[in-house]
């Protein structure tokens, strides 16, 4: 079982960063495929951005592509999402997920692909 506690959500003004963490459990994470997705009021949850084992593949939603960076530090189980340009229809709940694969695989837009959840981070940025 993988424990993941995500933190480093907050108010931001638009134009603003902030940098999510999600620290994992276990001595597993490094063999773990991670993403990210967030959850808007009245919205479903969506696909933000997701990373191999190693950090060398790496995929974004195109509404985030270019802002925002995914990226891991395997010796700290920890993954990270840095978001840059932040605007207010960034305003989400944002959750961390681990796939039991190493791989992204071609379905790593879904929630299906991933095993474990985070319980969430919120982010709120105000225009």
């Known amino acids: 079982q993988v424990q993941l506690v995500e933190s480093g959500g907050g108010l931001v003004q638009a134009g603003g960063s902030l940098r999510l963490s999600c620290a994992a459990s276990?001595?597993?994470?490094?063999?773990?495929?991670m993403g990210w997705f967030r959850q808007a009021p009245g919205k479903e949850r969506e696909f933000v951005a997701a990373i191999n084992w190693s950090g060398e593949d790496t995929h974004y939603a195109d509404s985030v592509k270019g802002r925002f960076t995914i990226s891991r530090d395997n010796a700290k189980n920890t993954v990270y999402l840095q978001m840059n340009s932040l605007k207010p229809e960034d305003t989400a709940v944002y959750y961390c997920?681990?796939?039991?694969?190493?791989?992204?695989?071609?379905?790593?837009?879904?929630?299906?692909?991933?095993?474990?959840w985070g319980q969430g981070t919120q982010v709120t940025v105000s225009s």
């Open positions: 276990g001595r597993t994470f490094s063999s773990y495929a």
């Open positions: 997920a681990a796939n039991k694969t190493p791989y992204n695989g071609d379905r790593y837009y879904t929630e299906l692909r991933y095993d474990y």
